[in-house]
């Protein structure tokens, strides 16, 4: 007994400790991000010349700033709040659009319902370099040059194919039988999906969510291709446009945005990781 013991307990320390690997791993990009955007300049800079320095804790008491220079002489509130603005707009019209289409799919019989949802998944692989162009074109065409909603009109080109074969996958792990039931049962095609398939499926329509706003927040191409007025940018390009000047980065404050942008972000994953999880895995099932 004593020798199984001893693998059960070696297998259960090498398991927490590739947990806390995979953790530290996890983290280090915040602690780097926090580190750096309240060390003074002294500490950030000296690390290669000084041998005594230690790069990973303070070597002098933290400052603000970085924080006051990222808030009082950068436009970071307003590149926020239109980064907001440009994502809740796409959000509504990708899952407007997304919802019944995966819908729809998942019900279509034979080869064609295959065969259309890897057309559509297929559409949001084209890299955004080769689209940029005859995008630009359109842009011009509609008169929307340097204003924001050209890019609300681009973003649901990927955000909407990506979202419908996510949609698709989980509506597909929904039985047809509770639908067929509540039919029989009295109800609409549309009551059903309204009453039955959408409460159902609130995992799916909040991955789908959650995966159309944050790649509508780390966009850069097609923000820096539309967007010239710095008052009308978003957090991905205006961030790097006013702390990267020529050779000089302003490395403090483009930590703390970085930092203040990503915790919401890690909060909401970590609030709904439950319902993320499921709805990606079930967006994994094929029917």
Request: charged share 10%; aromatic share 14%; with cysteine.
């Amino acid at each position: 007994m004593r020798p199984r013991r001893l693998v059960r307990y070696a297998k259960r320390v090498v398991l927490y400790l590739v947990a806390l690997a995979f953790t530290a791993f996890a983290v280090f990009p915040f602690y780097w991000m926090l580190l750096t955007a309240f060390k003074a300049n002294r500490d950030l800079y000296v690390g290669g010349t000084v041998l005594t320095h230690v790069p990973w804790i303070f070597n002098a008491p933290p400052t603000l700033e970085h924080i006051e220079l990222l808030f009082r002489q950068t436009l970071y509130l307003t590149w926020v709040r239109n980064t907001i603005w440009i994502g809740l707009v796409v959000v509504a019209i990708t899952l407007v659009l997304a919802v019944p289409a995966g819908y729809a799919l998942a019900r279509l019989t034979g080869r064609w319902g295959e065969r259309l949802g890897i057309g559509v998944f297929l559409t949001y692989l084209v890299p955004p370099t080769l689209l940029f162009l005859p995008f630009s074109r359109m842009i011009a065409w509609l008169g929307l040059q340097n204003s924001q909603w050209a890019l609300v009109l681009v973003y649901p080109t990927f955000t909407v194919p990506f979202c419908t074969w996510l949609m698709m996958g989980f509506f597909r792990s929904i039985p047809r039988d509770i639908e067929e039931q509540a039919m029989i049962d009295g109800y609409s095609r549309f009551t059903v999906i309204r009453k039955v398939v959408l409460p159902l499926g609130i995992s799916g329509v909040l991955t789908a969510t959650i995966f159309a706003f944050t790649l509508v927040l780390q966009d850069f191409v097609y923000a820096l291709t539309f967007i010239s007025a710095v008052p009308r940018m978003t957090v991905s390009l205006g961030v790097p446009v006013a702390l990267v000047r020529g050779d000089v980065f302003y490395w403090g404050s483009l930590m703390a945005a970085c930092l203040i942008t990503s915790i919401p972000i890690a909060v909401v994953y970590n609030l709904f990781i439950d319902r993320f999880i499921q709805g990606l895995t079930a967006g994994a099932v094929k029917g």
